[in-house]
């Protein structure tokens, strides 16, 4: 069982920064690729970055250059640092994990956080 906890969501202008923070337990016998979605009200699910076992990273177009996905592994805290945040970032963000070495949809990933809401204001 993983268990996820996501923190760091807020409002904020455009142009500003935010770090998301999620707390990842239990990953003591196998590696865990993890990943970073979001959802606005009435829209799918989205991919907003990957961080696979083997330490790569792929991130959705719409924010690329401006997020980036990490991990301390000491801690066992997966981050998302935000910056040139947009309007169109607003969503709610969640974090996920999988035992799984290439999951690349939403439905790829077993466990999730509950979510941490992000707004951006023009």
């Known amino acids: 069982q993983v268990h996820l906890a996501e923190s760091g969501g807020g409002s904020v202008q455009a142009g500003g920064s935010l770090r998301l923070s999620c707390v990842v337990s239990?990953?003591?016998?196998?590696?865990?690729?993890m990943g970073w979605f979001r959802q606005a009200p009435g829209k799918e699910r989205e991919g907003v970055a990957l961080?696979?076992?083997?330490?790569?990273?792929t991130y959705a177009d719409s924010v690329k250059g401006r997020f980036t996905i990490s991990k301390d592994n000491a801690k066992n805290i997966l981050y998302l640092q935000m910056n040139s945040l947009k309007p169109e970032d607003t969503a709610m963000y969640y974090c996920?994990?999988?035992?799984?070495?290439?999951?690349?949809?939403?439905?790829?990933?077993?466990?999730w956080g509950q979510g941490t809401q992000v707004t951006v204001s023009s």
């Open positions: 996920a994990a999988d035992f799984a070495r290439y999951p690349a949809a939403a439905g790829d990933f077993a466990y």
């Open positions: 239990r990953t003591t016998y196998a590696s865990l690729c």
């Open positions: 961080l696979y076992k083997d330490g790569s990273t």
